[in-house]
């Protein structure tokens, strides 16, 4: 048998081994589970069967045939690439300019304020890239001058401090991996209205990895009142007038003044240079530009905790302080915008967080809520962090629906859309962490659909 095969008048030859380089790698990686083994050990099989019979052979060299990116040497592989230089710090391929932050017109620029979602869809693992976290700011990001940043301690202490950057960064730091959600991610489908894509539904979430001092240490340095500090008030130095309550007991526990995300300093839209993380708690309570905490005996009730972020409910009151975002999970891929191209193996694949600890596990329908398999929850699976999961799934060409349901390791499940309403109503905007539900047209075409 010959290992050549005939293109446009070149003569070139197919290397001994070609087809099982890449596949014996795949098929030998660990942490594969069985049924994905099989799959790809099938499809190993079926290529080395087909190289072995000379009509088989034939049809490979048809294949090339048509397919002068395998067969040409491009330009980049006969000239001198460019200076690093060039790119110091480092940006995208042009290739990926699609992959944006994106505002939704109409819904949510109101003057300054705005919201710019991440593209969920196009992310890989669990770490957002700092440039395509989403942000959130109720009056615009400003680019702060870190030698003139100020931040204080006051209130309920026996020192009241003012710290400059450097202070700061001084002291001992951690770094840790969390999300952010804000409190009104997914809030149109309260309403039913069927935002087009993952982006848009549950695209004001983020995780990143933080760094900066715990707060425990500023406040402990302050000498706060341990008998009647049973609160404190962050507040931020943009214009509009960001304040928040938390209680001291979290205060305490794993809340860190950050200067840092994902190894570097924070982005502008982001808080630079300064910002509070408060794991597992709504975004609005990460103070960003953050200058100042005050020790109180009190909640502080201000004006985004008495008519931001409250819980309309039923019954017609408000519900206040519902910080914490409790379970959830959602399909990234396939998810509603995208396009099945053809029936055939698919790997489903999406995230899951929980504001109260581990995720446990994820499970995954295919049909619509009826019968449910378990996914692989991919390492790390941190508490207060995103968790990534991913399932197999052979389509077959006929029209479903898919959704994920994420149980964390308090025991809470992630309830679907009309088990929230039956205890929340219809008149909230926050805090929906309902099960989301995908459909899949004949035609392959995914949209957002909600099922009860
Ligand atoms: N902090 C200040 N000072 N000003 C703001 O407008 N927005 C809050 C919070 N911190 C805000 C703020 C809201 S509503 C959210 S959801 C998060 O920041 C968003 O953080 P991000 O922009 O880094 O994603």
């Given at each position: 048998m010959t290992n050549e095969v005939r293109k446009t008048g070149r003569l070139i030859r197919a290397p001994e081994n070609f087809v099982d380089a890449g596949l014996a790698n795949e098929i030998t990686t660990k942490g594969l589970?069985?049924?994905?083994?099989?799959?790809?050990r099938k499809s190993f099989l079926a290529a080395s069967a087909a190289m072995a019979s000379g009509t088989a052979m034939a049809q490979?060299?048809?294949?090339?045939?048509?397919?002068?990116?395998?067969?040409?040497?491009?330009?980049?592989s006969k000239t001198l690439g460019q200076a690093v230089a060039t790119n110091a710090y480092g940006v995208p391929s042009k290739y990926e300019t699609n992959l944006l932050r994106r505002e939704s017109p109409g819904?949510?620029?109101?003057?300054?304020?705005?919201v710019s979602f991440a593209p969920?869809?196009?992310?890989?693992?669990?770490?957002?890239?700092?440039?395509?976290?989403?942000?959130?700011?109720?009056?615009?990001?400003?680019?702060?001058?870190?030698?003139?940043?100020?931040f204080m301690i006051n209130g309920l202490v026996k020192n009241p401090k003012v710290y400059t950057m450097d202070d700061?960064?001084?002291?001992?730091?951690?770094?840790r991996m969390h999300f952010i959600e804000c409190g009104a991610n997914t809030a149109m489908e309260w309403g039913n209205v069927a935002v087009p894509s993952v982006q848009y539904s549950h695209g004001m979430l983020s995780c990143s990895e933080f760094t900066g001092v715990p707060l425990s240490v500023l406040l402990e340095d302050c000498g706060y009142d341990k008998k009647n500090g049973k609160f404190i008030l962050a507040e931020g130095a943009d214009g509009s007038s960001m304040t928040r309550t938390i209680d001291i007991s979290r205060a305490m526990d794993d809340v860190i003044v950050a200067w840092g995300m994902n190894g570097e300093m924070l982005r502008p839209e982001n808080g630079y240079p300064l910002r509070l993380v408060v794991p597992g708690v709504q975004g609005v309570s990460w103070v960003?530009?953050?200058?100042?905490?005050?020790?109180?005996?009190?909640?502080?009730?201000?004006?985004?905790?008495?008519?931001?972020y409250v819980d309309a409910m039923p019954d017609g009151m408000l519900r206040q302080y519902t910080s914490i975002q409790e379970c959830k999970s959602v399909i990234t891929t396939p998810s509603a915008g995208q396009m099945l191209l053809d029936k055939g193996f698919y790997n489903i694949t999406g995230l899951a967080w929980s504001g109260r600890g581990k995720i446990k596990r994820v499970d995954v329908s295919v049909d619509g809520g009826r019968n449910w398999r378990t996914a692989r929850m991919e390492n790390p699976v941190l508490p207060k962090c995103l968790t990534r999961f991913n399932i197999d799934w052979t389509w077959d060409g006929s029209p479903t629906v898919i959704q994920s349901r994420a149980i964390d390791?308090?025991?809470?499940v992630q309830p679907k859309i009309n088990e929230l309403r039956a205890v929340r109503g219809t008149r909230s905007i926050y805090h929906n962490n309902a099960i989301q539900s995908w459909k899949i047209a004949e035609s392959g075409e995914v949209s957002n659909v909600q099922v009860y």
């Amino acid at each position: 048998m010959t290992n050549e095969v005939r293109k446009t008048g070149r003569l070139i030859r197919a290397p001994e081994n070609f087809v099982d380089a890449g596949l014996a790698n795949e098929i030998t990686t660990k942490g594969l589970n069985e049924e994905r083994r099989g799959f790809l050990r099938k499809s190993f099989l079926a290529a080395s069967a087909a190289m072995a019979s000379g009509t088989a052979m034939a049809q490979a060299a048809a294949g090339f045939e048509g397919d002068p990116n395998i067969l040409n040497l491009p330009e980049h592989s006969k000239t001198l690439g460019q200076a690093v230089a060039t790119n110091a710090y480092g940006v995208p391929s042009k290739y990926e300019t699609n992959l944006l932050r994106r505002e939704s017109p109409g819904l949510t620029r109101v003057s300054a304020a705005s919201v710019s979602f991440a593209p969920l869809q196009g992310l890989f693992g669990i770490i957002t890239p700092s440039g395509l976290h989403f942000e959130r700011h109720h009056q615009g990001w400003h680019d702060i001058d870190p030698s003139k940043h100020r931040f204080m301690i006051n209130g309920l202490v026996k020192n009241p401090k003012v710290y400059t950057m450097d202070d700061l960064m001084r002291l001992p730091s951690v770094s840790r991996m969390h999300f952010i959600e804000c409190g009104a991610n997914t809030a149109m489908e309260w309403g039913n209205v069927a935002v087009p894509s993952v982006q848009y539904s549950h695209g004001m979430l983020s995780c990143s990895e933080f760094t900066g001092v715990p707060l425990s240490v500023l406040l402990e340095d302050c000498g706060y009142d341990k008998k009647n500090g049973k609160f404190i008030l962050a507040e931020g130095a943009d214009g509009s007038s960001m304040t928040r309550t938390i209680d001291i007991s979290r205060a305490m526990d794993d809340v860190i003044v950050a200067w840092g995300m994902n190894g570097e300093m924070l982005r502008p839209e982001n808080g630079y240079p300064l910002r509070l993380v408060v794991p597992g708690v709504q975004g609005v309570s990460w103070v960003k530009w953050l200058r100042r905490i005050e020790v109180g005996d009190m909640p502080y009730a201000t004006k985004d905790e008495a008519i931001h972020y409250v819980d309309a409910m039923p019954d017609g009151m408000l519900r206040q302080y519902t910080s914490i975002q409790e379970c959830k999970s959602v399909i990234t891929t396939p998810s509603a915008g995208q396009m099945l191209l053809d029936k055939g193996f698919y790997n489903i694949t999406g995230l899951a967080w929980s504001g109260r600890g581990k995720i446990k596990r994820v499970d995954v329908s295919v049909d619509g809520g009826r019968n449910w398999r378990t996914a692989r929850m991919e390492n790390p699976v941190l508490p207060k962090c995103l968790t990534r999961f991913n399932i197999d799934w052979t389509w077959d060409g006929s029209p479903t629906v898919i959704q994920s349901r994420a149980i964390d390791d308090t025991g809470y499940v992630q309830p679907k859309i009309n088990e929230l309403r039956a205890v929340r109503g219809t008149r909230s905007i926050y805090h929906n962490n309902a099960i989301q539900s995908w459909k899949i047209a004949e035609s392959g075409e995914v949209s957002n659909v909600q099922v009860y």
